[in-house]
């Protein structure tokens, strides 16, 4: 059985940087030709693709977010990392991980991250 | 960046009904390489996440009843449900995974 769970802080505060972990198990993130996404949802219920990390460690961003996000993965675990940097409370949202070989075909629960003071 | 404009944005409906969701790309996502439009929906319920419907525009992922049905090729997609069900009350979502970055549509709340 294949899974995906996002952990995250929940509240962050403007201009701090906001980080969540994907945890993956059932499913190798090396296993050849599937790409390991964050999407977010935000309030209001737009859907964003961030990026992705694929299974030899390439990484594409979404450009709008190129100058802030960072995706990252640590192999021995099993498990990927979103990162955003100087966050507002416009990036208040439910953040997903995904995973996708042509499309989006898995989805954690999403965790909400709330930006505020 | 592939912009994909979708509605209604709203549907009230009974169970029994029948009901089309349109999504229309501002660019053709049919390759010309394997004929395949590169095109999905979900459908994703308060509380969890999205789940997979249809890929490939018209192909039913494994699993979903035969009541959800996708067409179209080219810059123009339809989802259509035929005969309702209160299980099938959701929001709904077209998707472009034709190229990076992937892009969403604006999502359909199918509503009693």
């Known amino acids: 059985q294949v899974s995906l769970q996002e952990s995250g802080p929940g509240l962050v505060k403007p201009s701090q940087p906001l980080s969540v972990t994907c945890s993956v198990t059932g499913y190798s993130i090396t296993t050849s030709y599937y790409y390991w996404n964050w999407i977010r949802k935000f309030p209001g219920n737009k859907l964003e693709w961030m990026g992705y990390i694929n299974y030899d460690g390439s990484i594409y961003y979404n450009p709008s977010l190129k100058s802030r996000i960072s995706i990252t993965r640590d192999t021995s675990r099993n498990q990927f990392f979103l990162q955003l940097n100087t966050v507002t409370t416009e990036d208040t949202a439910v953040y997903y991980c995904?995973?996708?070989?042509?499309?989006?075909?898995?989805w954690g629960q999403g965790v909400m991250v709330t930006v505020s003071s | 960046d592939i912009v994909m404009t979708q509605s209604p944005f709203s549907l009230a409906v009974s169970e029994g009904e029948m009901v089309t969701i349109n999504c229309k790309s501002s660019?053709?996502?049919?390759?010309?390489?394997?004929?395949?439009?590169?095109l999905a929906w979900y459908q994703q319920k308060p509380g969890q996440s999205p789940k997979l419907l249809i890929y490939y525009a018209s192909t039913r992922q494994s699993g979903v009843p035969d009541r959800f049905l996708g067409s179209g090729s080219g810059t123009d997609f339809t989802l259509t449900i035929s005969d309702v069900q209160a299980e099938d009350l959701a929001d709904y979502y077209c998707l472009q995974h034709y190229t990076s970055p992937n892009t969403f549509g604006a999502g359909t709340k199918l509503e009693l």
């Open positions: 660019q053709s996502l049919l390759s010309s390489g394997n004929q395949k439009n590169y």
């Open positions: 995904a995973r996708q070989r042509v499309y989006f075909d898995l």
